[in-house]
């Protein structure tokens, strides 16, 4: 029989412990973590993960904190009061990983040839009195929400390929862009198809052009994490991102690809979007919002890169940034760059 | 007897007077930016919490090489001028008549009342709707915000000044506009000038909500970059630009004090 003496007994706990840690990270530990979330379409990945139980069967107890714009959602995960959540690059959020404070960690929403994306939009008004192309729009008021938002550097990018010059208007709110835009005071602007159709059926403003024609591979939306979640949290970062992706693939699956019931996913969404309006109106936003989640949480670098150097280009951000300050591309594939 | 004599009593009065001590304030001021300054050196305040004061000071002197602080301060100090104006001599001159007249009193105080308490960022999106996204909204915004603590500043003013006087004035013979002129107004002075610094105060609050809609140019808008960009240093440049502004802005009324109230001393 085999002696075991104290010390021993000791080892041989720690050793199993550290075994079973590295075999399934966050596994039967049922770690409770906090999900950041807006109330849109393009967060789904996150939603249908919550409601199938895959980050769950993950060993991850989540619970969801909603924000209204996703720039304090950046400053949430900096302060530690919430671990995982889904945005687009802004200025802000680069500063953020410049101060040490965030990681981008995977991709999100991107554009897609073949699936409607991003439009660009000229308010009625301005239509009416002769502005109909993007071209049309030089020296005109460009709605944006803040400096540094995606919508300043959509609007950027687009001016820089037509060779004209955009007056940026900040309206904080993309409430306020919507009023500004129905009233005529601003000009030009780019939002999410399930925005821009409706609205422009109504006669509010007019679509004269694809966000993706003028931004190849656009990584829209990045999946983000603290710094110290990236760096020494590595199990539960890696169980997080497991479950994510079996929830975009689950929304590719019924929304985009068609082959599961589309139906019972616009059911499942509609418990998070949309929910002050009843099913039958919700659904048609729900569809038309539709857009490429990437699969895998994949990383689009070569996007990334260009977005940092627009950023940087413009001074909103630090000239010494690398992407390596903004991305740990440790944890999923990653595509140019 | 002579025991009492004998015993010294020491000089208990003075004290609870105080007296200016010009460099305290200073001293302080050097103190708090010194201990920010080493902790955020030596680490024990990292850089999400505050930036460091000689980046802010950098980032200051680099706004003013750049021309860009006036780009910034020239439409700011504009809106301001403008908007306190209209919102001042409004305000002072509704105070007044509510003042003077008993009727307008009845209908105007309740009125006052009902839109003191209200947001005027609440009403920016409105207001951009009524005087379009230009700078008509913003003065309208610094206007209004401006003219409902004006009003109770004067009309409380109005309200406290001597009636022996008046009663003094009448006994003279002199006529009602007399009695306005030479006592009322010169009495009100000094509670319009002391609400004056607050609604001012109120003016430079209102830039940064003003300039929330629609101006890329402005000591708000900057502010407001900095902020949704995270960029700390350009935050605290604009913050104290803002606090240098309320400082420059007490000056002038300790200054038209000292002029217009002479006759008091």
Redesign the interface.
Known sequence: MIKLSRRKAMALMGGTVAASGLAAPALAMNKKIKVGALRFTSHSGNFVAFERGYFAEAGLDVEFEFFQAA?PM??AI?SGDIDYAVTAI???LI??AD???IKVIGGALQEEAGIDGQKYLISDASYQAGIQSLKDLNGK?YAIT????SFHYMGAKMAAAEGIEL??????KVG?II??MK?G??DGWSIVPHIAKPLAKAGAWHIVGNVADYIPDYQVTTVFTSANNAANERGQTESFLAGFSKGVDDYAAAMIDGTADQDEMVDLIHKYVYTDRERAKAAGSIINGTMRISSGAALNLGSVQDQLSWFQSEG??GKDITLDTLVDSSYVKTIGG | MSDTSKRTVAFRGGGFAPKPQAWIGVMVFVVLILVAEWGTRAGWISALTLPKPSDVLETFRQLYSSGLLFQHLGPSLARLAVGATLGVSIGISVGVLIGLFSYIRSGLVPVIAAIFPIPKIALLPLFVIWFGIGEGSKYALIAFGTFTPTVVATYGAVDNVDRTLIRMGQSFGLSWWSIVRKIILPGALPGILSGLRISLSIAIILLVAAEMLGAQYGIGAYILEAGSLYDLERLFAGVVILSLLGVVVSAVISFIERRMLGWRS
């Open positions: 720039q950046a400053v900096a802004s200025g802000g500063s953020l101060k040490g404070a008021k803040q400096a540094g938002s007056s940026y208007t900040p309206l904080q306020a009023g500004a009233s005071q601003v909103l951000v």
